[in-house]
């Protein structure tokens, strides 16, 4: 790791700090309210758009719904009711880090008026996990401030400058219910062993997707789930991880739409993204050629070719694996760009993509035969798991390694790696001390990975740490090695693959969304984050098919 790579580690470790400092503080300040003081707040929601309201004084909860409507033209009225308070602070950066995510609102009081910012408020309009973002644009955390200034505002009939100069602001935490609805069975690590269970969350996956499959092949690629609007954005190596998922599921379902989606996808790669790359083809996305796309690209040809959809694929397959043979550095690493209008590869990396390449090169061999994927493959997964990760801590940090770690299970049996496989025993036992338990956050995370008890857990990584325990374990059991590494793998395994289960769309808050069953089956960025990307579906949904293949192959004990 570079001197700056070091600054920035311990500079995001100082960012979590701070953001753990203030979430306990707004935790442990707030004070119950008793019986009498406890305000219901009664909404009617249709179609994602809040349409009438009330505050109630407790005695009356479950009654009448709100007088402007009632539920037998669509409505869905809900019960928010104030359980807690405590201080607040709308000072901008100590704000958004205030609320504890999906549980808290606002009540403010100005000029003789009283307004409440409720949890469903915050959850329609995306206010929650959106404060501050890094890395990537989709991935933030904390409680946009402007959003409930401003909700706060329209509420009070005042300017946005008055409300944070003059309003008496306070923290809430809230319950919700919503009359006649029964909660649905919460998901375990023991309810997963009930392989049904499972198979169907794989089907909505699959149907969520092809749903949003294009007759060119494209996907919604992300999709706002309360107003049911595609954003903008498209992103190649997630179509192409995507069209992965799609054959996966294609196959154990054996769904002739499924299988219709994936190869419609597949045939978009093939015949409209594959380009010249100088001497060899790869998947080019808007003007950019990278190792992801087309490494990931492969792995989908690779499994169509396996389960039999079409082995016509196998061509594209061997063209794409001599552009990364040819990417490949004499150390293993690979470069990861390829600039077409000077015909020459470009010696930067990103994150994932040399993961990625060699579980392409290790799955194309199955199917190829060539032992130069063997050997690019092995060489790509020696440079992760060694030298390529050597650094002052490395022992102590870990990057993202999922995509290793699956390719060290593909190779174990034409090329095993004992360095390969100790390095992800590492990382899972590394993942482990962040995988939350029930009781250690005030949300319900069991089975998430986390680095604070106060910031809630996205449902990715659950996914793909999900993906890279069912390889671990399945080279840990062939081998009769270590039992306890085993034990530890599965429990670490069915704890992240209840969590996810959890948090799949069935189809989710259907008051908060605009048309609710085209979210079925989806995977939301998180419990609060109400974006729904292809990527989050397709790890959530390969590692549901890899656990079931898993608990098929081998024998339980």
Known sequence: MTPRGLLRLFAIYGAALVVACVAMRAHTSLRELGPAERAVIVSAWKEGKLVAREVRPPHVAGQDPPRAGNASDGRTVVEEIAVAEGPLTLTPLLFQFSLVQGRDGVRAELGGKTAWVTVDDL????????????????????????????????????????????????????????????????????????????????????????????????????????????????????????????????????????????????????????????????????????????????????????????????????????????????????????????????????????????????????????????????????????????????????????????????????????????????????????????????????????FSPFVIPRITPASSRGEAAVAALEVVKRTRRDDEAAELLDDQLRRALAYVLRSQLDPGPRHLFARPDEARGAMPGSPVDLQLRIDFVQHAGSMMVRWLELEDALPTK
């Open 123 to 450: 959850l329609s309009t995306q206010a929650y996990d959106h404060a501050t973002t890094f890395f990537d644009p989709s991935l933030g955390m904390g409680t946009h401030h402007a959003t409930v200034v401003h909700l706060l505002a329209q509420q009070l009939g005042v300017s946005t400058r008055e409300v944070e100069e003059n309003a008496a602001v306070r923290r809430v935490r809230f319950e919700r219910r919503i009359p006649g609805v029964v909660p649905r069975e919460r998901i375990t690590k023991d309810s997963v062993m009930r392989r049904e269970l499972v198979i169907e969350a794989v089907r909505s996956a699959a149907e969520y997707i092809t749903r949003g499959t294009d007759a060119q092949g494209r996907f919604r690629y992300l999709v706002d789930a309360t107003t049911n609007t595609t954003l903008t954005g498209y992103n190649w190596p997630r179509h192409s991880g995507t069209t992965y998922f799609l054959a996966q599921a294609a196959a154990l379902l054996d769904d002739p739409e499924i299988r219709a989606a994936s190869l419609r996808a597949a045939a978009c790669l093939r015949d409209e993204m594959m380009k010249d790359c100088g001497a060899h083809k790869c998947i080019v996305g808007e003007g950019e050629a990278d190792v992801g796309s087309s490494a990931l690209a492969v792995v989908a040809f690779a499994e169509i070719v396996r389960t039999g959809a079409d082995a016509s694929y196998r061509r594209a397959i061997a063209e794409l694996t001599a552009f990364l043979r040819s990417q490949q550095r004499p150390d293993g690493e690979l470069m990861h760009l390829y600039d077409r209008s000077a015909n020459k590869p470009l010696d930067m990396q990103f994150l994932y993509y040399t993961g990625e390449a060699s579980l392409a090169l290790a799955r194309a061999h199955r199917v190829t035969g060539d032992p130069e994927d063997l050997r690019a493959a092995s060489a790509a997964l020696r440079r992760l798991s060694t030298e390529g990760w050597t650094f002052f801590g490395s022992r102590y940090y870990f990057s993202e390694e999922h995509w290793t770690c699956q390719a060290m299970a593909d190779l174990w049996d034409r090329a095993p790696d004992e360095d390969a496989l100790a390095f992800c025993l590492r990382w899972h036992e590394f993942q482990r001390r962040l995988q939350h338990e029930d009781g250690d956050s005030p949300f319900d995370a069991d089975g998430g990975f986390g």
